[in-house]
């Protein structure tokens, strides 16, 4: 029989000391507080190893939406994911099954939503990932040194570097730098990146990202954020945007007469200023001699557009301009952001359209509207109609947590002070008995159909609120007109 080798207690306590040292070092995880509206609304947790896998997972809930997704990641020597694997669900609870691969040079990616494949190498935007992926893009891209990343599954992204600033919570400091990549948006995308390239922050009103215990770093961030976004959109205005001292004529243009829902042949219209100074059949129209002309022969000129129903952002602005959009009725926003925005488009300072704001008013509670006023009492619904009305608004829009009871007496308030009242029809009521306490509209068609099904929608305030409706009844006045 061998014989066994006996080793000391002390060595073997010793032994698995370092082996469990040694694990422990290489796993890093960081965690991230998600805020909706300065509250807490969910969390990320991002594990890392040092061969390179990142274990993440993070969900949050907006109003009774909100995704929950674990996701799994392999990085490759470029900081690019060569396996992705994502499951979960999605902000409106639809499945998640997301998965990319690198394999014989060629990435392959499936979802519920797409398959295909492209040849490698290349960085993999996944639908549904965590805010540590888009850290690995930076990563990626700091090591392309300034060259562009093609993106599966397709484009190309690049990155710039916009500042860095050390700061300190908790008797604490740590330097962070804000990275904005182009090429996944409209706009670039921002974020800001520990000197670990780990992710730190994605600042903002009215969602943030921020790492645990530094949650109160959010103002400031956000405060070089908008300084970087009111630079680009300076730049842009003074790139792009005209403002001619003497008249614009357009002539030979088909023009459409929105009054009478018609169009008109060979019309010329000739702008001075800020005001159209004559309008009619190209004959008939003598154009200034200093005019500027523009030939509209075989085009058609329409009035500017109304959007209705937004909730403008800086991006909003120059869009909605090179779509035609001149004017937007913006239903709910940050007080102080509107007034940022509304500000610098009507100064020149960017690009964007002529503002028309509707104030939100909300009951608090876990469905709260993410921005806006609050009032739990009458008092509260009174102070807040008073001040959007001193503020300049047109228009009030109340919210689905709102306490039914408190909507007759703003109504009357609001109606005073020469506002309009609109919204979700709040928890509680029917949308006749909204119109009926003298709202002057209602918001979302889904609304009218809830009215209708008060008995089987206990809770308007969750999601049901767009999913009832499908279970609704055929029509029987439908059915009997057949």
């Known amino acids: 029989m061998r014989k066994l080798r006996l080793i000391p207690l002390s060595a073997f306590v010793f032994a698995v000391s370092l082996i469990w040292n040694s694990n422990a070092a290489a796993l890093q995880t960081l965690r991230y507080t998600i805020q909706s509206n300065g509250k807490v609304a969910g969390s990320e947790v991002d594990t890392y190893t040092a061969d390179g896998h990142v274990d993440s997972t993070f969900e949050f809930n907006d109003r009774g939406r909100g995704p929950k997704i674990a996701a ?146 959010n103002d400031q961030l956000y405060a070089l954020d908008r300084k970087a976004i009111d630079r680009r959109y300076a730049r842009l205005a003074h790139e792009l945007a005209q403002h001619p001292s003497h008249s614009v004529a357009i002539e030979h243009v088909r023009l459409f007469d929105s009054e009478q829902a018609t169009t008109r042949e060979d019309q010329t219209v000739v702008v001075q200023g800020e005001r159209i100074s004559m309008a009619g059949p190209s004959a008939s129209i003598n154009v200034p001699k200093d005019a500027e002309v523009i030939d509209g022969a075989g085009k058609t000129l329409v009035p500017g557009l109304f959007d209705m129903h937004a909730h403008l952002q800086a991006l909003d602005g120059i869009l909605n301009i090179a779509s035609g959009v001149t004017a937007a009725r913006d239903m709910g926003n940050d007080i102080d952001e509107l007034k940022h925005l509304q500000d610098q488009w009507e100064s020149g300072a960017a690009i964007g359209p002529r503002v028309w704001k509707s104030g939100f008013i909300d009951g608090r509670g876990p469905f709260q509207a993410p921005t806006g006023l609050y009032a739990d009492t009458a008092e509260e619904a009174q102070a807040a109609v008073n001040r959007y009305a001193d503020l300049g608004y047109v228009q009030i829009k109340l919210y689905s947590s709102l306490k039914p009871e408190f909507v007759p007496g703003i109504v009357k308030t609001a109606h005073a002070r020469g506002l309009r009242v609109s919204g979700h029809i709040p928890n509680g009521m029917i949308a006749s008995q909204f119109v009926e306490d003298g709202a002057d509209e209602i918001q979302h068609i889904n609304f009218i159909f809830l009215n209708f099904l008060a008995e089987k929608v206990k809770d308007t305030r969750t999601p049901e609120r767009f999913t009832a409706g499908e279970r609704m009844p055929q029509c029987s006045i439908c059915n009997r007109s057949k």
């Open 72 to 217: 799994h990641y392999v990085l490759g020597a470029d900081e690019s994911p060569v396996r992705t694997d994502i499951t979960g669900n999605d902000y409106l609870k639809a499945p998640v099954d997301e998965h990319f691969a690198v394999e014989a040079g060629v990435g392959r990616w499936k979802s519920t939503s797409e398959n295909g494949q492209a040849p490698a190498p290349g960085f993999y935007i996944s639908n549904n990932g965590s805010a540590a992926e888009s850290a690995f893009l930076v990563s990626a891209l700091l090591k392309a040194k300034n060259a562009p990343v093609k993106l599966f599954p397709a484009g190309e992204a690049r990155l710039e570097r916009m500042t860095d600033v050390t700061v300190e919570s908790h008797g604490q400091k740590i330097h962070v730098t804000e990275y904005a990549i182009t090429g996944l948006a409209f706009e670039p995308q921002t974020l800001w990146l520990d000197d670990d390239q780990h992710f730190f922050a994605s600042p903002g009103k009215w969602f943030a990202f921020l790492r645990e215990g530094w949650e109160d770093t």
